[in-house]
């Protein structure tokens, strides 16, 4: 039997940090920037989407040509060092809000026999574990 309560689940993973849902309809790309190439036209609504929010980003997507793909290696990993860095930021102001926090570290090999690091960052904010 169903429930009338609403579902415990996590929120759409489909949203930006905004709340906001994720659509690509409202986003406008030159066609030369994707082409009939499905995977370059996914990485370019990925980085049009979150360059709304990270001025670095956005400044990279203006200021670089506008012939560019947005597929290099060394473009990509250039992108990839940036949201990193937002995420990072995000999360030490998150923390330096936070009354409580615990960081729970655990070292395991894999089966490569090379050892691996899990960082586990637990904190309170505003009544919400996170």
């Given at each position: 039997?169903?429930?009338?309560?609403?579902?415990?689940?996590p929120t759409d993973i489909a949203k930006d940090k905004f709340d906001k849902p994720v659509q690509p309809e409202g986003i406008?790309?030159?066609?030369?920037?994707f082409g009939s190439n499905k995977r370059s036209f996914?990485?370019?609504?990925f980085?049009?989407?979150h360059s709304r929010h990270i001025e670095l980003l956005?400044?990279?997507?203006i200021s670089g040509p506008k012939n560019?793909?947005?597929?290099?290696?060394?473009?990509?990993?250039s992108m990839l060092s940036i949201l990193a860095k937002s995420v990072m930021d995000y999360i030490i102001n998150e923390v330096k809000e936070a009354r409580y926090f615990t960081i729970m570290?655990?070292?395991t090999k894999d089966i490569?026999?090379?050892?691996?690091?899990?960082?586990?960052?637990?904190?309170?904010?505003k009544g919400v574990i996170h």
């Amino acid at each position: 039997s169903s429930s009338s309560q609403p579902s415990s689940a996590p929120t759409d993973i489909a949203k930006d940090k905004f709340d906001k849902p994720v659509q690509p309809e409202g986003i406008t790309f030159p066609s030369h920037m994707f082409g009939s190439n499905k995977r370059s036209f996914q990485h370019t609504c990925f980085l049009k989407l979150h360059s709304r929010h990270i001025e670095l980003l956005q400044s990279r997507m203006i200021s670089g040509p506008k012939n560019a793909t947005l597929l290099s290696h060394d473009y990509q990993n250039s992108m990839l060092s940036i949201l990193a860095k937002s995420v990072m930021d995000y999360i030490i102001n998150e923390v330096k809000e936070a009354r409580y926090f615990t960081i729970m570290v655990d070292e395991t090999k894999d089966i490569s026999i090379k050892e691996q690091l899990a960082l586990i960052l637990c904190y309170v904010l505003k009544g919400v574990i996170h």
